[in-house]
Structures are given as structure tokens and as C-alpha cells.
């Protein structure tokens, strides 16, 4: 049976940056995982899907549903997706057996100020309906297994935080050499090339 690993939080908080290290990490670990991106899913799963609460509940309890078919199988399932309501994300706690949370904690004015994709200023001049943190709520977690706060930690510190939770549970197995690896030296563009030799590349 596998686990869940289900980033959440604003837009910009480090869900993509931690899911993606974390990830490439498991494999180098030789056990089986699948990274389900939230955009990724939408483009290729949910594109009827919108933005009211109720489509993204949806949304939300598909990626379960398809981790829970994963984690029957043995196959890990690294989630990096918003997933802001608090009832959504507990219905897929109580579907999933090993279900891990992390939450990407980061103030909406760091990751305003990130605007790593320039969706917050389209949010504010109105061009984005319904956007998380500015026009749609983001409940904050009240039962995280793990929290990153992403505006104090070093990428570095939260992904080997979320690397020791998921050793000190048995669902990982320790590496000598994880203490002398520094996440925050692989660039973006790294880590996605090494994605793309994964086969991530044309879902895109
Ligand atoms: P999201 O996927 O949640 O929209 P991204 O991962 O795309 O967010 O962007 C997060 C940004 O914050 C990146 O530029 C990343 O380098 C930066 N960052 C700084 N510290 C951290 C940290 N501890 N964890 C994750 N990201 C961090």
C-alpha cells in the first residue's frame, strides 16, 4: 500500500518547488511514484472543470480517488495541488489510508510578492475570477501533518522536513547521503529538464 503526499497552499507557497524535489527524491529511492501537478490534472483530467467551490472540491476528490487507485497498486502519490477548502482535503484523508498533508504555509503578502507566475497582479486588475487569497478562500489546514513555512525555511529545510516525516512514518526508507544535499542548488530549470526525461514533459 502506498502513501499520499498532498502539498497544499496559495499559489506561489512552494507546492511545484517542494513536490518536485520530494518526488525526485522517493524515485531515488527506488520505490514507485507518480506526481499528480494540479495544473497538470486540469489540463488532462478536469478540463470542464471551473473555479466555484464546488468544481474544485471536485477536482480535489478526483486527484484522491486517482491516488487511492495508485496507492492500492503500491504506487506512491505526490499531490501538489491548491486544495483550499477544509472539507475537501478531509474527505481524502478519511479515503486514504496513508494519506500525509503538507501545508505550504506562506502570508499572502510573500507570495504577492513572489508572483511567480504574474497571476496576482492579473488577480487584482480583475482579469482572474475566483483566485485564491485575493477573490476565493483558502481555508488554512487545522490538521497539517507537516508545515513548511515557506517564507522562513530554506527549500533545503523543507524538503528534508517532509523527507524525515516520511522516514520517521516507515514510508521511506533512509539515505546516507540525504544530510549533504543541498535541494536549493537545483535550479527550476533542472528540475524540470529531469522531469521531462521522466515523461512529464508532454503533458505539459
Ligand atoms: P506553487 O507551486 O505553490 O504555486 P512554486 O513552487 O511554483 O509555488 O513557487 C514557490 C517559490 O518560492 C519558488 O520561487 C521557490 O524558489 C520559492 N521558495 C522559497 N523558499 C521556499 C521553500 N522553503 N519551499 C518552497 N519554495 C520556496
Given at each position: 500500500?502506498?502513501?499520499?503526499?498532498?502539498?497544499?497552499g496559495?499559489?506561489g507557497?512552494?507546492?511545484?518547488?517542494?513536490?518536485?524535489?520530494?518526488?525526485?527524491?522517493?524515485?531515488?529511492?527506488?520505490?514507485?511514484?507518480?506526481?499528480?501537478?494540479?495544473?497538470?490534472?486540469?489540463?488532462?483530467?478536469?478540463?470542464?472543470?471551473?473555479f466555484?467551490?464546488?468544481?474544485?472540491?471536485?477536482?480535489?476528490?478526483?486527484?484522491?480517488?486517482?491516488?487511492?487507485?495508485?496507492?492500492?497498486?503500491?504506487?506512491?502519490?505526490?499531490v501538489a495541488?491548491?486544495a483550499?477548502f477544509?472539507q475537501?482535503?478531509?474527505?481524502n484523508?478519511?479515503?486514504?489510508?496513508?494519506?500525509v498533508?503538507?501545508?505550504?504555509?506562506?502570508?499572502?503578502?510573500?507570495v504577492?510578492?513572489?508572483d511567480?507566475k504574474?497571476l496576482?497582479a492579473?488577480?487584482?486588475?480583475?482579469?482572474?475570477?475566483?483566485?485564491?487569497?485575493?477573490s476565493?478562500?483558502?481555508?488554512?489546514?487545522?490538521?497539517?501533518?507537516?508545515?513548511?513555512?515557506?517564507?522562513?525555511?530554506?527549500?533545503?529545510?523543507?524538503v528534508?522536513?517532509?523527507?524525515?516525516?516520511?522516514?520517521?512514518?516507515?514510508?521511506?526508507?533512509?539515505?546516507?547521503?540525504?544530510?549533504?544535499?543541498?535541494y536549493?542548488?537545483?535550479?527550476?530549470?533542472?528540475?524540470?529538464?529531469?522531469?521531462?526525461?521522466?515523461?512529464?514533459?508532454?503533458?505539459?
Open positions: 500500500m502506498g502513501f499520499t503526499l498532498w502539498f497544499t496559495l499559489s507557497a512552494g507546492k511545484s518547488t517542494l513536490s518536485m524535489h520530494v518526488y525526485l527524491e522517493i524515485r531515488r529511492r527506488m520505490l514507485k511514484a507518480e506526481l499528480l501537478d494540479g495544473d497538470l490534472i486540469r489540463t488532462n483530467f478536469s478540463s470542464e472543470l471551473g466555484s467551490r464546488e468544481h474544485r472540491d471536485l477536482n480535489v476528490r478526483r486527484i484522491g480517488f486517482i491516488s487511492h487507485l495508485l496507492n492500492k497498486n503500491g504506487v506512491n502519490s505526490v495541488a491548491i483550499p477544509e475537501a482535503r478531509e474527505q484523508r478519511k479515503l486514504l489510508d496513508n494519506y498533508e503538507v501545508w505550504c504555509k506562506c502570508p499572502l503578502e510573500v504577492e510578492a513572489r511567480v504574474g496576482y492579473r488577480a487584482r486588475a480583475g482579469e482572474i475570477a475566483a483566485f485564491t487569497g485575493i476565493s478562500p483558502y481555508e488554512a489546514p487545522l490538521n497539517a501533518d507537516i508545515v513548511c513555512e515557506t517564507d522562513r525555511e530554506t527549500v533545503t529545510a523543507s528534508r522536513k517532509v523527507l524525515c516525516a516520511l522516514e520517521e512514518r516507515g514510508f521511506l526508507p533512509k539515505a546516507d547521503d540525504c544530510e549533504r544535499s543541498d536549493s542548488k537545483f535550479d527550476e530549470q533542472a528540475w524540470r529538464l529531469r522531469l521531462a526525461e521522466l515523461g512529464y514533459a508532454k503533458q505539459r
